[in-house]
């Protein structure tokens, strides 16, 4: 096995230089200044150098982390004070990458064939810093190169952190295994000077995106569904429910979304640290026939709440978050629920369905986060069905606004649960998301500076651990810093949209296409009502 270092071809010599045939003398210097220089730009590591015991402080932290073979280079910047920086980046394999400077940008051609080079093995990033005319050595960086690649594609919202507004805001996606990033659809291709369009909850149909969705409000508002590559703007909302369709999950092979209904109410603190608290007043669950435009519910029960629906792999299954509670009667109910949201509750649900007839069986608990005073969100399952990861934090829904959400991660199987403390932080971590082959987790986190989400890729391997994550790579290191809006709702794509902004705009322009509410699917049968409920 080769060890980290590099090894170079013999310069060419003075001698050599000078014995270049050359038919006139001005020609002679010429190439002789070209050699000359080309020579004395070549980087190479010091030979003399003092070794230091600790570690560099980079930005990202791009250390001791599993990476796939397929992801964009790493750029990052080295923060400690020199006056000159020479960086070796090796694989056990060969392809040496030396790079002179604070910043350390790499070419994504000469990157990728590294890894390509050292699939399953390690990676290694040694850092000479020069201080005082003499040189110094930080300990290696070791980092291993995954066997299995990522999905090319990821697409999030991009919005600004506030609380009321939304004058700009866009979805777009990102090929990560370079830098390339576009617009899928901005607000602002419709909106007017004094207008506002809120769009977001962007889903696709088992990863690909020719079947998929988001919503438009306020100016312009509806459900965009793309089937079969053909868009269409769909008004979910009828008279009988809370609300239009608000988190979607679309079934992974028949034409079905899950829809969660949701009438929310808003919080503002004067003095909590945390200033808005984001809650249901009443949520419910339907489903979607794509084709048809008809609407069934799944779950109405007044006294509980059900929301964040997604599938199974297969299909099989219905999971979604669900509290019970209550009211009184003795206040409105906003006042009253605004009022004890600390003691609402979630906990995961599942509904067997059969979509031969499209029936639902009965709704059985799969995590009782109640029983132990946490609110469990946002259940998704693993590609292979083992694995169910959510967020839980102290209480309630809304927990992109709760410190104290992590991610946990329960075995299906033998029902162990995992709080993935190599993952989470002492900020928020929350929307989350699968890639296809299921070796990678990305999520949003705030641990950044605890006010803009960034998303961050974990690996996770065929045992069922997970890995110390990285932040998405960008092109220049410093980056993160001068971005001052939040990453939402990622989600990972094996291709890309093709259909243009444009297309999207014209057909919110468009007249919007009425679904239909049909029968209830319980047939009247409160939750409450069924076996094995709570």
Not at 58 to 81: G, T
Not at 201 to 214: L, S, V
């Amino acid at each position: 096995m080769k060890k980290p270092g590099i090894y170079f071809q013999e310069k060419a010599s003075a001698t050599d230089i000078c014995n270049i045939s050359v038919k006139t003398g001005i020609y002679f210097v010429f190439s002789f200044f070209l050699l000359f220089s080309f020579f004395s730009c070549q980087v190479d590591t010091p030979a003399i150098y003092e070794e230091l015991k600790e570690k560099p402080v980079i930005y990202p932290d791009y250390q001791e982390i599993v990476i796939p073979y397929n992801i964009a280079p790493l750029n990052f910047m080295i923060r400690e004070e020199g006056t000159d920086y020479i960086t070796r980046i090796s694989g056990e394999r060969g392809e040496d990458l030396l790079i002179r400077g604070k910043k350390v940008n790499l070419k994504t051609k000469d990157w990728h064939t590294l890894l390509e080079h050292n699939r399953g093995a390690h990676l290694f990033i040694e850092i000479f810093l020069k201080k005082n005319q003499h040189w110094y050595k930080y300990p290696v960086i070791r980092n291993r190169i995954a066997e299995e690649p990522i999905d090319e594609y990821i697409s999030y919202r991009l919005i600004a952190p506030l609380y009321v507004t939304f004058k700009e805001m866009s979805i777009r996606q990102r090929n990560i295994t370079d830098f390339d990033e576009r617009v899928i659809y901005s607000n602002k291709a419709v909106a007017g000077k004094n207008e506002q369009q809120c769009i977001n909850c962007h889903a696709y149909q088992n990863y690909k995106t020719g079947n998929m969705q988001f919503h438009a409000r306020q100016v312009h508002p509806g459900t965009v569904i793309v089937t079969d590559g053909v868009p269409e703007k769909v008004n979910i909302r009828t008279q009988n429910l809370i609300s239009g369709g608000v988190y979607p999950a679309w079934h992974p092979t028949e034409k079905l979304i899950a829809y969660s209904v949701n009438n929310t109410g808003q919080l503002f603190h004067a003095k909590e640290s945390q200033k808005v608290e984001v809650f249901d007043l009443e949520s419910d669950l339907i489903l979607l026939d794509v084709k048809t435009k008809e609407i069934f519910v799944i779950q109405d029960d007044p006294d509980s709440f059900e929301t964040f629906p997604a599938w199974s792999p297969d299909g099989s299954f219905l999971y979604y978050s669900s509290a019970w509670y209550k009211t009184s009667g003795k206040a409105p109910r906003l006042t009253e629920i605004g009022t004890n949201y600390q003691s609402l509750f979630y906990d995961l649900i599942r509904l067997p369905f059969n979509k031969q007839n499209r029936t639902f069986g009965k709704p059985d608990t799969v995590f009782k986060a109640s029983e132990i005073a946490k609110s469990a969100t946002l259940p998704r399952i693993s590609p292979d069905g083992k694995y169910l990861l959510f967020t839980l934090a102290d209480y309630g829904t809304f927990h992109i606004w709760h410190k104290s959400s992590d991610l946990m991660l329960l075995d299906l199987e033998t029902k162990k649960l995992d709080s993935l403390e190599i993952i989470n932080s002492p900020d928020v971590e929350s929307y989350h998301s699968w890639s296809s082959n299921g070796r990678w987790i990305l999520f949003s986190s705030r641990r950044e500076d605890g006010s803009y989400t960034r998303l961050y890729i974990s690996y996770f391997d065929k045992e069922g651990n997970a890995y110390k994550p990285f932040i998405l790579p960008q092109k220049d290191p410093e980056f993160y810093g001068q971005l001052f809006k939040s990453y939402n709702i990622p989600e990972f794509m094996s291709e890309p949209v093709t259909l243009s902004a444009r297309d999207f705009a014209n057909i919110l322009k468009g007249n919007s296409i009425q679904a239909t509410l049909k029968d209830n699917y319980l047939q009247g049968k409160t939750a409450a009502e069924n076996e094995n409920f709570y």
